[in-house]
């Protein structure tokens, strides 16, 4: 798709014809009118140049043109003196409106003729745009700095350009990285409307045909490169749509494609969604000027996006916090509640005069097995916040994976009785070098919660070099319990995220985002699978050697090749 | 951990450390008291023996307080058996709702509370 360059139009051309009508001469400017290559232009009928009625109109024009030179006594002395040319108004195929009248000009050879063209639409920024640039932007941005709340944000922008500047509107959002499964970044059609109401239903139904993000055209391709697309003519592109869904055509069909543009929503350096705009009934046509302003108002527009954008971020992330601190406080009550009645049993025995040496030794011994509860519990919160900031520090000594699980086994023995699970291990050898305290607490974490929501079932633990996988480890954790839904699933390594009924199982919901963030840290990853009413299995793959090194040169490397990465 | 005698009391919580420590503390005020550590396991223990009060925990695995209680309403010899529920969720009391007539205590649980509203109903 050639796009025009914005400032090559001069506001007249002359274009001279032959008898034939086919142009013999033309300024090189007109390039830019017609989008194409001026020298390509020579010997071409110029009618050809002009779409439908606009081509109708100069065939007239030329016509009548002719039939007077032709006529009886006329001269070039008589072409002369004529005072008024005829003038017609046209739109070229690009949509950019201009007029053509009929120049006296000697030369022009027998049955030749000498135009001249001229755009019609007034100067200054976007001339020849269909709407007045300045004051549609300056409108937009009023409407679109109104609110910081997203959704609206993004209605208001497909609904801004309607109906003067577009017929219907667009707007699609990339997902965050969390949210897609593949590695192809999800698409979200969030908004469609339409100037006409009685069309407003069947837009709202195109939101159901997201973009293909691989696609070779439109929005998915927008999205991927973060360049425009200019589509005067959409015709070709609907047809082609037609042969993959016909639904889509057909609704498209309904809703008018003559001509559009797909702008990309850029802030920050990051690709936020993308903004169609699509000319249908209203008969008009996109021009160079039209795409400079959409283009303006795109940039202008994808500011007011993101600061919606990161407001409500920053919302979740306030919301986030206030459930993580109920849970906190929920949890540092757990310790507190026997610590309280242990002390104060102690008291009353004392205040009473019933000092039982035994039973105060026990008692003390209780208390500061609570105390120590409740130092883990404030730890994990505390690890939790150094894990956001970043500041997750490995220290690597060889180790025996085979041994560290064993360890790990033994200690949540208790728990798992209390559970009534049994816990199955099985474990082959795997010398490796890790951070001891990380390993422990990413086997502890999995099996705490293969415990906490198994539902009193067995339990299979199995830890041993990776099958297939040379130089890595794997810990693998299964369970019987209830499962994890599908759409919990991409969510539970998040922060404060707990798959389970919620009333029913208590914790922090901090284990399994502390199991990703360390194992990531250590260059490996884990995977999970799980079917409701059946069980879930956690595996977890960890690079036998240091992988730390690995994981920060690896992180390194997103962090300085910046958010263009993802669109190769 | 259960008592030769008949349990006066049965506690269902999860928490070691919190069924141990109200087992010290209730065994020491000379109550018969026997810990299990969830719903299922006092059902089990039920069909054994007839407590005169049940301290109920609400959050815990395999049966949490509310399936318990509603299995309790259910089965007619167990009905009548006083509950107090014990919870550490600051909106558990407006979640009894459908627990019908159960006493609250909130943890951490204070010792004096703890002993008169065991003492009141294990009286009425």
Redesign the interface.
Known sequence: MMIAGETGVPPFLVVTLDAAGRITGIQPQAGALFQTDPAALLGRPLVSLFPDESATRLQGLLERERAAAAAPGAAASALEQRKTAAVEPLQTAAGSPIEAAAAPWLGSGPGGVTLVLRSISPGGPGAGAMVNADRFLSEAMTLLSSSLDYRITLTTLAQVALPHFADWSIVDMVAGPGESKSDAPLIRRLVVAHRDPALAEVASRVQAFPPDPEAKAGVGKVLRTGEAEFYPDLSGLAAEAATRDPEHAALIATLGARSGMCLPLIARGRILGAITFVLGHSGRRYGPADLALARDLAGRAALAVDNALLYEESREAVRARETFLSIA??EL??????????L??AL??LRAGRVNPEALQE?IV?CE??VR?LGRLIQALLEVSRIAAGRLELVTEDLDLAQVARDVVTRYA?EAD???STVDLTTVSCPGRWDRLRLEQVIGNLLHNA??????RPIRLESGPAPGLPGWALVRVQDQGEGITTEHLPRIFERFERAGAT????GLGLGLHIVKQILEAMGGRIEVRSQVGLGSVFTALIPCEDGSARAQAQAQAQASSGPGARAG | MMAAAQPGILIIE?????R???L??LT?EGYVVAGV?NG??ALQQLEECTPALILLD?????M?G?QFREAQRRDERLRDIPVVVIS???EARQ?LGGMGDVGFLR??????L?LSEVARRMAG
């Open positions: 406080a929920h009550r757990g310790p507190l509640t026997p610590l309280q009645l242990q104060q049993l009353r025995s008692q209780a097995r609570h509860r208790p209390a559970a009534g415990i906490k929501y198994g539902r009193g009333r029913r199982v208590g | 999860d928490d070691i450390d919190i141990e420590a109200l010290t503390v020491d550590a299922r396991e609400l959050m815990m695995p395999v949490d509310w550490a969720d600051s979640k943890k951490p649980i204070e010792l004096d703890l």
